[in-house]
Nanobody, 126 residues
Framework: VQLQASGGGLVQAGGSARLSCAVS????????MGWFRQAPGKERDFVAS?????????YYADFVKGRFTISRDNAKNTVYLQMNSLKPEDTGVYYC???????????????????WGQGTLVTVSS
């Protein structure tokens, strides 16, 4: 089972970036795929999530609503995070993860995610 995140880098404030999370090794039916970020010296925060199968239900942290969009391509086994209007405070290591839960309250709980990919660093310069 593997989640492979990519797409990070240095971006100017106001710019955009798209992160990808390649999913392999097992079926994730009934799972939720999430993106989290961790700034230096801070806890890992929920950013966005989407269920892997069925109708696409997406949830977002308040601090990214209207700027970030999560999507999935099941044929390519990939989850994306499109990030627009980036701010310096969006800087951090972004992780993709999978949780065997659904529902808005549960998918925002970091502790329920059981499978994690390596992070990808996003740096937003002012």
């Amino acid at each position: 089972v593997q989640l492979q995140a990519s797409g990070g880098g240095l971006v100017q404030a106001g710019g955009s970036a798209r992160l990808s999370c390649a999913v392999s090794g097992r079926t994730f039916s009934g799972y939720t795929m999430g993106w989290f970020r961790q700034a230096p010296g801070k806890e890992r925060d929920f950013v966005a999530s989407i269920n892997w199968t069925g109708g696409a239900y997406a949830y977002y942290a308040d601090f990214v609503k209207g700027r970030f969009t999560i999507s999935r391509d099941n044929a390519k086994n990939t989850v994306y995070l499109q990030m627009n209007s980036l701010k310096p405070e969006d800087t951090g290591v972004y992780y993709c993860a999978a949780a065997p839960v659904e529902g808005e309250m549960l998918v925002k709980m970091v502790s329920l995610y059981t499978i994690w990919g390596q992070g990808t660093l996003v740096t937003v310069s002012s």
